[in-house]
């Protein structure tokens, strides 16, 4: 409902300035298309808000003030297109001609807006992703796919530079990786597919910044990098790297107390996950689904992606079959994040119980291969403990959270930490409590 808010909030301020003269105009437009009267009180405009969906006389009138065409109203339902109200971007998974690959076209406006514009667009439709067509025309040096395969061979070598030493230095890297590829999108020549390719190569460089930006402690402007990273890998077609950014997205969203709008962008996520072919990509979007369920506090809803995630990740090919960029999913993975709902949601003995399978499972959870991870991880066992009473296991999967993030920079991994410190910190009188604070200081 975050999205229908934001998408809501800007027509009032597009079409009318205040609640009740926008409402005024819709009623009007209502009369005048031969709908008969309609009410303009404030409380018709936060039902919508809350949940409430309009009759379809009153979304016409909307759409005739908007200028969003009847059929688009009848093609995409609601919410899908109120999207088409917003002026200045049309979402590319809406355009019936794919646009050429463009790194220049953003939309515009706040986060929340642009958020809403790919969110909104996946979710009432299914999605039309571009495809490749025509060679574009001659303006500059030509280019081929060897050159896309470079950036692609480059980001991969950052996602496993990221797990190892963190997001500190791995930023940067980002982000310069992104103007190369800006630079050939702007002065060479190349193929359709060949553009799409560096297109999609430069938003998953918006990702990767994007990611490492949050993980350093700069969630602003990780969003803008997330914005960026949907916008053109919907221009590109990419349903992979869409995926993967929207999921990345919605970790910042719910870890920094927006979970509502972390389950829109799982939810949008999981609408171009079936374009991939990759049944690890859905039981990565189900564990994400499950943990923003979590953070909101919906039990029933955090337990049914839960067990989804479990259920298609039997299906999962070998990781040499699959998606480059899954190369980190695997069911210990998978039972560290339900562990991590089942925290969120007050079960310390059940979460607990997916942290030891993740170390049991036949495809255990790597922490070597991810100490930032690992390192967070084992301090949520930590906290699992000390929520049992268990001090003693409590301190050393404390000493082990330590150990693991030791050189890696991560100001994500060090806010966790210092939040596990402060909790144990409460149990100062225990000896082996003191020993770890004393050891740590």
Not at 29 to 52: I, P, V
Not at 200 to 223: L, V
């Amino acid at each position: 409902m975050s999205d229908v808010v934001a998408g809501l909030d800007y027509l009032v301020s597009r079409h009318g300035g205040s609640a009740a003269a926008f409402l005024r105009r819709v009623a009007e437009r209502h009369k005048a298309l031969g709908f008969g009267a309609l009410a303009a009180n404030r409380q018709k405009l936060s039902r919508w808000k809350a949940g409430t969906v309009p009759d379809r006389h009153t979304q016409l009138a909307i759409a005739d003030l908007t200028g969003v065409s009847r059929s688009d109203v009848l093609d995409l339902g609601w919410p899908g297109w109120l999207a088409l109200a917003v002026p200045a971007h049309r979402p590319a998974s809406c355009r019936s001609t794919p646009a050429a690959p463009t790194v220049l076209g953003r939309a515009g406006g706040s986060v929340e807006r642009r958020r809403f514009l790919i969110t909104a667009a996946a979710s009432s439709m299914v999605p039309v992703l571009a495809s490749p067509s025509a060679a574009r025309a001659a303006t500059g040096r030509r280019v081929g796919e060897g050159l896309a395969g470079l950036h692609e061979q480059r980001l991969a070598a950052l996602r496993h530079l990221d797990d190892q030493i963190g997001s500190g230095h791995v930023y940067n890297a980002a982000v310069q990786e992104f103007d190369m590829i800006t630079d050939t999108l702007r002065t060479a020549s190349y193929s359709d597919v060949t553009g799409r390719r560096l297109l999609a190569a430069a938003a998953d460089a918006q990702r990767a910044a994007g990611w490492t930006a949050y993980d350093s402690g700069h969630p602003e402007r990780a969003e803008s990098h997330f914005a960026d990273a949907a916008e053109d890998a919907l221009a590109a077609g990419d349903p992979e790297v869409l995926a993967n950014t929207l999921a990345f997205w919605a970790i910042k969203c719910y870890s920094t107390g927006d979970p509502r709008a972390a389950v829109s962008l799982v939810e949008a996520a999981s609408a171009y996950a079936p374009a991939t072919g990759s049944a690890r990509m859905r039981a990565m979007l189900y564990a994400r689904a499950c943990r923003a369920h979590a953070r909101a506090g919906d039990r029933r809803a955090s337990d049914r992606a839960a067990n989804a995630a479990l259920d298609a990740y039997r299906n999962a090919v070998p990781f040499s079959d699959d998606l480059p960029s899954l190369y980190w999913v695997n069911v210990g993975e998978i039972h560290q994040l339900l562990g991590s709902s089942a925290l969120n949601l007050g079960d310390p003995a059940r979460a607990l119980h997916h942290f030891q399978q993740a170390g049991a499972a036949t495809e255990a959870y790597n922490g070597d291969a991810f100490p930032r991870g690992a390192a967070i991880y084992c301090a949520r066992q930590a906290e699992a403990y000390l929520a049992l009473r268990d001090l003693d296991h409590a301190v050393g999967a404390a000493q082990q959270a330590v150990e693991r993030l030791g050189g890696v920079t991560s100001a994500r991994g060090s806010a966790t930490l210092a939040d596990l410190r402060s909790k144990l910190a409460e149990h100062r009188a225990v000896p082996a409590v003191r020993h770890f604070l004393e050891l740590t200081r």
